[in-house]
């Protein structure tokens, strides 16, 4: 059974940086497509950045060139890099897990196309 624990979420002014991590617990990472959700408060879930089986990776417009997807294989672990930080970055954000999923460009990762997830770490950036 795969198991996602994110962790390294908190709070931070605006401009400030954070480094989220998902921990794959029950599979190899190398072996799944990867993404990073966010839900804001009252919002619905949306896909941040994913990286795929072959390595192609996808950001939506509104984190380009802020945030960057990194993954280590031999710790089994997904980061998320998350640098000048807005306000509307705030939400809790979800590392997801599939076998399937892969990037197409133009296209952000949706959640119906990833079959695991973590519980989600909070990320507050304020003004």
């Known amino acids: 059974q795969v198991q996602l624990v994110e962790s390294g979420g908190g709070s931070v002014q605006s401009g400030g940086s954070l480094r989220l991590s998902c921990v794959v617990l029950?599979?190899?990472?190398?072996?799944?497509?990867m993404s990073w959700f966010r839900q804001p408060p009252g919002k619905e879930r949306e896909g941040v950045a994913a990286i795929d089986f072959d390595g192609q990776t996808i950001y939506i417009d509104s984190v380009k060139g802020r945030f960057t997807l990194s993954q280590d294989n031999a710790k089994n672990t997904l980061y998320l890099q998350m640098n000048s930080l807005r306000p509307d970055d705030t939400g809790m954000y979800y590392c997801a897990a599939d076998w399937r999923y892969k990037v197409v460009p133009g296209n952000a990762p949706q959640r119906r196309e990833f079959g695991q997830w973590g519980q989600g770490t909070q990320v507050t950036v304020s003004s």
């Open positions: 029950g599979c190899m990472l190398s072996r799944r497509s």
